[in-house]
């Protein structure tokens, strides 16, 4: 018999470190050498087949990619809420995202809730001769700091660019999400809100590429600005406050000299993506 089970894993880390890269590379196997920073909350999915003890599992992981900004400190709150897993990342050409993980990232993800996996992910490891030196001294000192705790964590170097141990890292988390989901007296309910978050998340991705068609441009940060200003709850997005920050937005894209019929036109596309009310 084959068991579906749906599981949400959450990519953190400082802004560069290689967050996106990591995704694109698991789910798609691409990479992109040029830098877009992300907007809000990337969401993804994909499907892994694991024999554990006889039976076999398809999880369907649900890969959430998170903005860095400490702007977007309520979209990181909602990215760990329900989280199964989390991969931590920092980028082994620098020294202050690797601090950050310890300062920083490991503390939030450990206070925000319980019993959850943790993979801790050096990433560029392409752009390194010899990175074993510094990969061990880092873990060890990670060792040192969480004691037991971080024994049962995945540690791993990898590169998003040429694709070394990406795919194992994000496989061995999720075994271990599964084996400790299906382990018993656990169950193994698909994580809530995925559904609300896509399509809100899915939403505003088709906002951002038809912006950079209508503006010749990759340009996130008037969505990012049209966001602050509303009042639009990306946790339960509602009708009216998705229409107000289409009108904020639109304000925006006059005050840059679109012309106001064509921004009509693309305003009422947009307000068909967010169906749900
Ligand atoms: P994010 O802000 O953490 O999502 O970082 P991105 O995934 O957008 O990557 C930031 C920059 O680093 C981009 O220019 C990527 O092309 C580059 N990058 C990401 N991963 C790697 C890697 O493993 N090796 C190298 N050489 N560059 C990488
Ligand atoms: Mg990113």
Same mark, same amino acid.
């Given at each position: 018999?084959? &068991?579906?089970?749906?599981? +949400?894993?959450? #990519?953190?880390?400082?802004?560069?470190?290689?967050?996106?890269?990591?995704?694109? &590379? =698991?789910?798609?196997?691409?990479?992109?050498?040029?830098?877009?920073?992300?907007?809000?909350?990337?969401?993804?999915?994909?499907?892994?087949?694991?024999?554990?003890?006889?039976?076999?599992?398809?999880?369907?992981?649900? %890969?959430?990619? $998170?903005?860095?900004?400490?702007?977007?400190?309520?979209?990181?709150?909602?990215?760990?809420?329900? %989280?199964?897993?989390?991969?931590? $990342?920092?980028?082994?050409?620098?020294?202050? !995202?690797?601090?950050? #993980?310890?300062? =920083?990232?490991?503390?939030? #993800?450990?206070?925000?809730?319980?019993?959850?996996?943790?993979?801790?992910?050096?990433?560029?490891?392409?752009?390194?001769?010899?990175?074993?030196?510094?990969?061990?001294?880092?873990?060890?000192?990670?060792?040192?700091?969480?004691?037991?705790?971080?024994?049962?964590? $995945?540690?791993?170097?990898?590169?998003? +660019?040429?694709?070394?141990? %990406?795919?194992?890292?994000?496989?061995?988390?999720?075994?271990?999400?599964? /084996? !400790?989901? /299906?382990?018993?007296?656990?169950?193994?309910?698909?994580?809530?809100? /995925?559904?609300?978050?896509?399509?809100?998340?899915?939403?505003? &991705?088709? #906002?951002?590429?038809?912006?950079?068609?209508?503006?010749?441009?990759?340009?996130?940060? %008037?969505?990012?600005?049209?966001?602050?200003?509303?009042?639009?709850? $990306?946790?339960?997005?509602?009708?009216?406050?998705?229409?107000?920050?289409?009108?904020?937005?639109?304000?925006?894209?006059?005050?840059?000299?679109?012309?106001?019929?064509?921004?009509?036109?693309?305003?009422? +596309?947009? !307000?068909?993506?967010?169906?749900?009310?």
């Amino acid at each position: 018999m084959m &068991r579906q089970i749906a599981k +949400k894993v959450a #990519i953190l880390g400082d802004m560069r470190v290689g967050k996106t890269s990591l995704m694109n &590379r =698991f789910i798609s196997n691409t990479f992109e050498e040029s830098y877009f920073s992300t907007l809000g909350i990337n969401i993804s999915k994909k499907k892994l087949n694991y024999s554990i003890s006889g039976e076999d599992f398809v999880l369907t992981l649900y %890969v959430w990619d $998170v903005m860095g900004g400490s702007n977007f400190q309520e979209v990181r709150r909602l990215a760990f809420e329900n %989280v199964d897993g989390a991969m931590i $990342v920092g980028d082994l050409t620098n020294s202050a !995202s690797l601090k950050s #993980i310890t300062d =920083f990232w490991l503390p939030s #993800i450990t206070e925000s809730s319980g019993n959850k996996e943790i993979a801790l992910i050096l990433n560029k490891l392409d752009l390194l001769g010899d990175a074993l030196g510094l990969y061990t001294e880092f873990i060890s000192s990670i060792r040192t700091e969480w004691g037991e705790l971080a024994d049962e964590w $995945v540690a791993m170097a990898t590169s998003a +660019k040429s694709g070394e141990n %990406v795919e194992r890292a994000f496989y061995d988390i999720a075994r271990k999400i599964l /084996v !400790s989901s /299906v382990a018993p007296g656990n169950d193994s309910t698909a994580p809530e809100g /995925v559904q609300d978050y896509g399509s809100i998340g899915g939403a505003i &991705r088709k #906002i951002s590429s038809d912006l950079e068609f209508l503006l010749g441009r990759r340009d996130n940060a %008037v969505i990012e600005e049209s966001l602050k200003a509303s009042t639009l709850d $990306v946790r339960n997005p509602l009708r009216e406050e998705f229409d107000e920050f289409l009108k904020i937005l639109a304000n925006h894209l006059e005050s840059m000299g679109i012309e106001e019929q064509k921004a009509n036109g693309y305003l009422e +596309k947009w !307000s068909r993506l967010l169906l749900a009310t």
